[in-house]
């Protein structure tokens, strides 16, 4: 008889979750607390980034897991556009650093353009003081709302994947698992739940290298044509791992820190995608902290959109929204974090800023 597994939690975690254990056979019923999954996986860019991820496991992984999206947004009937990434350099410095990865990273897809070049490829970058760009080929773009949606219906149509909504899990002591509706029994269970860390295993929590990050996102009104790739100014040099591996970033860094005092005290960096209406997702910052502060700051979007003028140009585009997110981040700089609290039962979480680019390739790797 197929083992029977519980999944906590419908975000991008539990869905990836559960569709690597219906992939092995499983017999899978997903808990959601809300009616729709609306935490961190359905604020998030959409943005499927192995750029940002060093070489190793983690890279393996983002690419894993952009082969698993590619061939469940075609399966699903979710949009997504293979876009790429373009970083862009306007001072030497930047320029430099860009060099150096392409040299660092010489096995994989990047091209180094001119600002000639970018100009082809790139609807909105500003031309005026641009030295070049680093474009990725390996970046995807998924609409979250698109895709945290239509996933759960794909795979109950797939694989017969069951979910409550509006039914949080209160305990687990295997084989048994309480709602707050009923008592169910599983072989398995597997917790994806966010940034939640007070309901489930609390105390494990409490010890875990974890603390909790805020994000300010924007969305600004469309354009009836393609931007091209998804685009990123400097500050996002100093952002992913993966940039580490440039020799002068550190240099880079600093003068960052010294001419962007503000945008360090909130942790801005700037990137842009755009979705299928072409409306562009704009963001964002981060602020570190067991209780993020639930109030937007509006001295945070003008900075963000401040930053992005100096590399994006969006003719007659206006907010159209704003919103916030929040992930936990692990402190101790490992991609996620994987916990057995029992015989039977996972914890996985933990991916901060990466989620929606690791999680299918991890739970496929964890569960195969
Ligand atoms: C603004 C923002 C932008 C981002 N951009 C990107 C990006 O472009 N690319 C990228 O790779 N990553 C990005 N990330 C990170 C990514 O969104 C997260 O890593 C990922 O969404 C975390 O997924 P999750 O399933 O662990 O958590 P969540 O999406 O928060 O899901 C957890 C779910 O568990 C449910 N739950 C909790 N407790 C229980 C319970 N006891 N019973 C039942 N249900 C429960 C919650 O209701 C929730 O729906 C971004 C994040 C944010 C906030």
Request: aromatic share 10%; charged share 20%; proline share 5%.
């Amino acid at each position: 008889m197929a083992r029977n597994a519980i999944v906590v939690g419908a975000g991008i975690a539990g869905l990836a979750t559960a569709r690597a254990l219906a992939v092995q056979g499983y017999k899978v019923t997903v808990f959601e607390r809300n009616g729709v999954a609306s935490g961190a996986s359905i604020r998030n860019f959409g943005m499927v980034w192995p750029v940002g991820q060093p070489d190793g496991t983690r890279y393996e992984t983002a690419m894993r897991s952009r082969s698993i999206w590619e061939q469940l947004c075609r399966e699903a009937g979710i949009w997504f556009e293979a876009a790429g990434s373009l970083h862009l350099a306007y001072r030497q410095d930047e320029w430099q650093v860009l060099q150096e990865l392409k040299d660092v990273y010489n096995k994989r897809p990047l091209r180094l353009l001119s600002a000639a070049e970018v100009k082809k490829i790139s609807a909105n970058a500003v031309p005026d003081g641009l030295l070049g760009g680093l474009y990725s080929d390996t970046e995807m773009i998924v609409d979250p709302r698109d895709a945290i949606a239509k996933i759960p219906v794909y795979l109950n149509g797939k694989y017969g994947v069951e979910f409550r909504w509006n039914e949080p899990v209160k305990e687990i002591s295997l084989p048994k698992v309480s709602t707050v509706n009923a008592v169910y029994d599983a072989d398995e269970v597997f917790v994806c739940s966010g940034v939640d860390f007070e309901t489930l295993y609390p105390q494990l929590y409490q010890a875990a290298p974890l603390t909790r990050c805020k994000l300010q996102m924007m969305r600004l009104s469309g354009q009836d044509y393609r931007m091209g790739p998804a685009l990123c100014g400097g500050l996002s040099l100093g952002h992913y791992t993966s940039f580490e591996a440039a020799p002068s970033l550190a240099v880079l860094k600093q003068r960052f820190d010294a001419e962007f005092p503000e945008y360090k005290k909130y942790g801005i960096h700037v990137m842009v995608s755009q979705n299928e209406a072409g409306e562009f997702t704009i963001g964002d910052s981060h602020e570190y902290g067991a209780n993020p502060d639930p109030f937007d700051k509006a001295i945070i979007n003008k900075l963000i959109l401040e930053y992005l003028g100096s590399f994006a140009g969006f003719r007659n585009g206006s907010v159209i929204e704003t919103w916030n997110g929040v992930y936990p981040r692990l402190t101790n700089g490992e991609p996620w974090l994987l916990l057995r609290p029992a015989p039977g039962v996972t914890i996985i979480n933990g991916f901060g800023g990466a989620g929606m680019t690791l999680a299918f390739g991890m739970t496929d790797r964890l569960i195969d």
